[in-house]
Nanobody, 126 residues
Framework: EVRLVESGGALVQAGGSLRLSCAAYGFIVDDFAIGWFRQAPGKEREGVSCISTSEDITFYAASVKGRFTISSDNAKNSVYLRMNNLKPEDTAVYYC???????????????????WGQGTQVTVSS
């Protein structure tokens, strides 16, 4: 059974940092593209970052570039999102997702992804 389990969400003050984790079960992360998405209340789910370890590439949305870092640990079959200098507008439920297709993938488009986790809440207070 394919599952993605996110953890690490919390309440943090503006300027603080968090590291989100995404543990994968039932597949090998190296064979997929893994993306992080977020959804704030009343807003569309938006792509934040993506990693493909087999292609050695990463992508970031403009709003987080320079503040967020995506990484993976193949030994733990997990992907992480380090978030620094958090802002109140980063408040959202964060989801990780897996895409089987890597070649030609639009990395921040949610329709490209096949499997989703349940999400973890990140709240940034001002």
């Amino acid at each position: 059974e394919v599952r993605l389990v996110e953890s690490g969400g919390a309440l943090v003050q503006a300027g603080g940092s968090l590291r989100l984790s995404c543990a994968a079960y039932g597949f090998i992360v190296d064979d997929f593209a893994i993306g992080w998405f977020r959804q704030a209340p009343g807003k569309e789910r938006e792509g934040v970052s993506c990693i493909s370890t087999s292609e050695d590439i990463t992508f970031y949305a403009a709003s987080v570039k320079g503040r967020f870092t995506i990484s993976s640990d193949n030994a733990k079959n997990s992907v992480y999102l380090r978030m620094n200098n958090l802002k109140p507008e980063d408040t959202a439920v964060y989801y990780c997702a897996a895409a089987r297709r890597i070649a030609g993938l639009d990395p921040l488009l949610r329709w490209e992804y096949d499997y989703w986790g349940q999400g973890t809440q990140v709240t940034v207070s001002s």
